[in-house]
């Protein structure tokens, strides 16, 4: 029979099928007898059984006429190449020692999945769906192609487990027996094998073999590994070690000793061998040889040379054992991870947290879809928190991709649980800093609740790296208006004062608006005081939007409670204009007058007098033109407004002389100002009350009045309000307007004299005496009622107005007057004093003339007898005073001995502050001017201790409490012997006050009276 080219041609195609059908039944048996991962290599030995009957059944004629003799075979050898693949595979599997195949299962099953589909890819290439073959046949074909391509070959849970369990026994390197040969049975069972000594046997036999071949290649790291598990084995004690396997097991078995430096005692990363061939970390032996050794610090042989050759075989073996570990370490961690046992899912986040520092395994972290189940983790407190927070950290470092899902988990959120319950910050921070990164994500992290509270917080932390962390995770959310303004509710205002300087009118108003309801504390005006803040902020008050302007000034009125913030709004130029600006235009909203009159008010109130003229924006505001301005809206009939104008006009006037003296000229605007007394409104009296009182105080000509009968009027109702009014401030004002009346007006004298007035005076004293048990304290805020009221009284114990004083001798005043002296306000103590002297003024002069009456008349029974004075127990007594004797004895005359005063004026001299002393000083010397009784009266002074107090003065006291000082010593010392250590003691005070130009002619004087100095001396 004769063959042609073509029946060779399909002899030789049929050969190669059969050699492919041959290699197929060869790879289902190999894969039948796996004794690890039986159930996934039975199912691939099941479609490769399928693939074999499938192969005997096509004809491949058809198969080379369908695609070609050339296609056809290339397609049988690469199908043929995958199945003998498979085979060795297999084969080098079951050959290789049970332990080495549980430890590194992971990477040969891998082996096998990529192999299976290969194969399945060829013989999807075949077409057969395109060939006139059974259907049957294409669609077992069809089967065997999806069988393999989703076939999984994955280790079992246990033999994870076990592996798990092997990893950490051999990474411990001193396993105890007992749990070896339960892990040993474990592998056994896993296994399929029975577990005996000959098991054992042949276990070490194949690893010992395996470890040569893997020395032979210079597979150090992998070597170390079997070396440690035939280690594992011999701690069964199953089968005892032999003598040479002793030596080289050891050897083995500490190996890794070769990797530790014997000079630091740490594994090395750059070793370096010396000239005896010991090897050692470089900056180590460096330092060594630094210190002038010479010797090898291992086998202390003399060198001859220091110099340093890399090892690099030994770094190698090291990085590669250290790549070996880690990955042990990974396989090891990944189930444990997933385990429902919390000592395992501890243990395997403290292995991840180091391992995924390497970006590596942060990548195998996330193929492996781990990502959820460490924020899952974070919803229990008996797990390592911080080792998942940091593994998160690392996933979110080195895959951006995965961020999304960790903040949609709920992330950001359980940080802040964590941070407020105590929990470990550092982690927790950096991976919220590495989430905050992302833009789109920013949202959902500044939206957590509490979450930026929380991080302003951390600003203040004594950690660094925490604080920092914060600090920026912050700038990250700045973006945002809405989370700006949260930072500020919290207390971080630097980026709320960035933001509002970038953005727009719409942005700036909404921002003012929060500032508004937000608590300020002093801190905060650290960045708030920002130039640029506070001029845009200004700015707004020429927005065409009223609701702009509203929130403007009520912003710039919660600033101006904080100095620092007045400065800064004074010193920007537009800050004043801008406001007037509102007030003077007439479209403006009554309301934003009001409002911006308040604030004026404010800033005035908060600046000091001199910066009334530092500032141009004030200077302005106390021209003629805006004071009369702002004098029109006194005569408003809206009361809110008229309230909001006097309280600046008043707050204006109290620092101004320019602004008192142009309301005080401005006729229409007094007879507004006394007519608004007459307000059924509280706050338009108070107000109305303290621009007048504002702009007569201390002026000259006292209170401008109106024409009669409007002063009439005027007078009546100050007095009607002193005297009546429930409320303590109206009286106060009332009062202290009343003492600065003008004081040559006999109409206002009999006015007051016919008023409630003096009573009312009585009344305040007296109360403010019993309210506080005798101890008299002034309010703290406002003017005193009890001041107000003794700059009144001064009124009626004015020399030159005797029915006034007849008026008040008829009170009993004096008792509660005196004690004034002692339990009062510096002010209210210099009035008191200044009371006490023009009433002992007076008397002196009535004591006078009763002498002189009574040296022309006959002797006669004494006044005091016949006399009762109701303010001076020793009158009651009916004892004569030391001074005077019956002279002051009528009930109606005042004597500063008889009431008790001269000791209480004399420790008011230690008083320093509002001319406390100097009043005390003119008090005393009313005593001294009637030369008939000085030698009594010098007498009272000294025994009350009053020298010393005067020397005290002479010493601290002002330039005119010295004068008068030295004025008052001169006289006592004229009629009183002073003892020897006053003496001396004066004479150095006044010795002193030789170098005072303005006091060395009186102090002279005195020291010639004293003897001290001669009657020529240069001083005269």
Not at 58 to 73: F, M, N, R, W, Y
Not at 127 to 149: F, S
Not at 199 to 215: C, S
Not at 662 to 669: G, L
Request: hydrophobic share 40%; aromatic share 4%; glycine share 4%.
């Amino acid at each position: 029979m004769d063959f042609g080219w073509e029946d060779v041609g399909v002899a030789v195609l049929q050969e190669l099928w059969n050699q492919v059908a041959h290699q197929a039944i060869q790879l289902a048996s190999e894969a039948r007898d796996v004794t690890v991962e039986k159930k996934s290599f039975q199912e691939f030995s099941t479609t490769i059984s399928e693939l074999n009957i499938l192969l005997t059944n096509i004809d491949a004629k058809k198969v080379e006429s369908a695609k070609g003799s050339e296609p056809t075979k290339a397609l049988l050898a690469t199908l043929n190449r995958h199945l003998r693949k498979a085979c060795n595979i297999l084969q080098d599997y079951k050959s290789r020692s049970r332990l080495r195949l549980l430890l590194n299962s992971h990477t040969e099953l891998l082996q096998m999945q990529d192999v299976a589909k290969d194969i399945a890819k060829t013989i999807s290439l075949f077409q057969l769906a395109n060939l006139d073959i059974a259907l049957n046949l294409k669609t077992k074909m069809d089967q065997i192609i999806n069988n393999l391509t989703s076939i999984e070959f994955r280790s079992a849970s246990t033999t994870d487990v076990i592996a798990s369990e092997i990893a950490n026994t051999i990474s411990r390197n001193t396993p105890n027996r007992e749990n070896a040969q339960k892990l040993l049975d474990k592998i056994a069972e896993a296994t399929g094998a029975k577990m005996n000594a000959s098991l054992v046997k042949n276990e070490l036999a194949l690893l010992k073999r395996e470890k040569e071949e893997l020395q032979l290649q210079k597979k150090q790291a992998e070597a170390l590994q079997l070396s440690q598990l035939m280690h594992f084995l011999y701690s069964t004690e199953i089968v005892a070690r032999e003598d040479d396997e002793e030596t080289s097991t050891y050897h083995h078995q500490y190996s890794l000793d070769s990797f530790t430096c014997p000079l630091c005692n740490k594994m090395m990363t750059d070793p370096v061998a010396i000239f005896c061939g010991h090897s050692f970390e470089r900056t180590a032996i460096e330092e060594h040889f630094r210190q002038g050794q010479n010797k090898c610090p291992k086998c202390k042989q003399e060198l001859i040379s220091s110099e340093l050759t890399p090892n690099l075989t030994l770094r190698r073996t090291i990085e590669e054992w250290k790549q070996k570990d880690m990955d042990f370490k990974f396989q090891a961690a990944v189930p444990g991870l997933k385990s429902d046992d919390h000592s395992r899912k501890n243990k395997a986040l403290d292995s991840l947290q180091c391992l995924m520092e390497t970006p590596q395994y942060a990548n195998r972290v996330a193929d492996e879809g781990l990502t959820l189940t460490f924020t899952d983790i974070l919803k229990d407190n008996r797990l390592n928190l911080e080792a998942a927070f940091k593994c998160l950290y690392y996933l979110a470092k080195f895959n951006d991709s995965h961020k999304e899902a960790i903040v949609e988990a709920g992330v950001a959120r359980r940080i802040v649980k964590h941070i407020y319950k105590g929990g470990e910050e550092s982690n927790a921070i950096s991976l919220l800093l590495e989430l905050s990164k992302k833009e789109i994500l920013r949202e959902k992290i500044g939206n957590a609740k509490d979450c930026i509270p929380l991080l302003v917080s951390l600003l203040q932390k004594n950690n660094p790296h925490v604080s920092d962390n914060a600090q920026m995770v912050l700038e990250n959310l700045s973006s945002n208006t809405h989370f700006v303004v949260k930072m500020a509710e919290a207390g971080h205002f630097q980026p709320f004062v960035t933001r509002f300087n970038q953005g727009p009118q719409e942005t700036r108003a909404l921002m003012a608006a929060a500032l508004i309801k937000m608590q300020l504390k002093e801190n905060s005006m650290k960045d708030l005081k920002d130039r640029k803040f506070i001029h845009n902020l200004v700015q707004m008050l020429s927005s065409s939007f009223p609701a702009s302007k509203s929130a403007c000034l009520k912003s710039i009125k919660k600033l101006v409670a904080y100095p620092k913030m007045v400065k800064r709004l004074l010193e920007d130029r537009v800050t004043i204009p801008h406001m007037f600006s509102l007030i003077s235009y007439v479209g403006s909203d009554p309301h934003l007058k009001q409002e911006t009159a308040e604030i004026l008010a404010l800033l005035i109130g908060a600046s000091k007098d001199l910066e009334l003229q530092k500032y141009q924006g004030l200077q302005e505001l106390q021209s003629k033109h805006n004071v009369n301005l702002l004098l029109q809206f006194v005569a408003s009939d809206d009361n809110q407004t008229k309230i909001q104008f006097l309280h600046l006009l008043a707050e204006l006037s109290c620092r101004s002389e320019t602004a008192r003296d142009i309301i005080r000229i401005n006729n229409d605007a007094i007879t507004h100002l006394f007519s608004s007394l007459d307000s059924d409104k509280p706050g338009v009296r108070q107000q109305a009350m303290k621009l007048i009182y504002s702009i007569s105080k201390d002026h000259p000509g006292g209170v401008p009045l109106p024409q009669s009968p409007a002063k009439e009027t005027a007078i009546n109702t100050l007095a009607e309000i002193f005297t009546s009014s429930p409320d303590i401030e109206e009286r106060s004002a009332a009062a202290g307007i009343i003492s600065q009346l003008p004081t040559e007006d006999i109409i206002i004298d009999e006015i007051l004299r016919k008023s409630e007035a003096l009573k009312a005076i009585h009344e305040v004293i007296c109360s403010m005496d019993d309210e506080n048990g005798g101890k008299i304290e002034p309010p703290s805020t406002g003017t005193s009622l009890l001041e107000n009221a003794l700059a009144a009284l001064l009124r009626y114990t004015e020399p030159t107005k005797p029915e006034l004083q007849r008026q008040l001798g008829k009170l009993e005043l004096y008792p509660s007057l005196v004690r004034v002296l002692s339990r009062g306000s510096s002010l209210a103590k210099q009035r008191t004093a200044i009371a006490l002297g023009q009433l002992s003024q007076s008397n002196s002069q009535f004591v006078s003339d009763t002498t002189v009456m009574a040296k022309q008349a006959k002797p006669s029974l004494p006044l005091l007898g016949m006399m009762k004075w109701c303010c001076s127990s020793s009158s009651e007594n009916g004892s004569t005073c030391t001074v005077h004797g019956s002279a002051c004895s009528a009930r109606d005359k005042f004597c500063l001995v008889k009431a008790d005063a001269v000791k209480p004026l004399v420790r008011s001299l230690s008083e320093m502050e509002s001319g406390v002393a100097e009043a005390a000083i003119m008090a005393l010397d009313t005593l001294l001017t009637d030369h008939r009784t000085l030698s009594n009266a010098t007498a009272t002074i000294v025994e009350s201790q009053g020298l010393v107090a005067i020397l005290q003065v002479l010493e601290k006291g002002t330039l005119s409490a010295k004068s008068g000082a030295l004025d008052l010593f001169q006289k006592i010392l004229k009629h009183s012997r002073i003892d020897d250590p006053i003496f001396n003691r004066s004479e150095r005070i006044l010795i002193q006050l030789l170098h005072d130009d303005a006091l060395k002619k009186k102090a002279a004087l005195v020291l010639r009276q004293m003897d001290v100095i001669p009657d020529q001396s240069s001083y005269f």
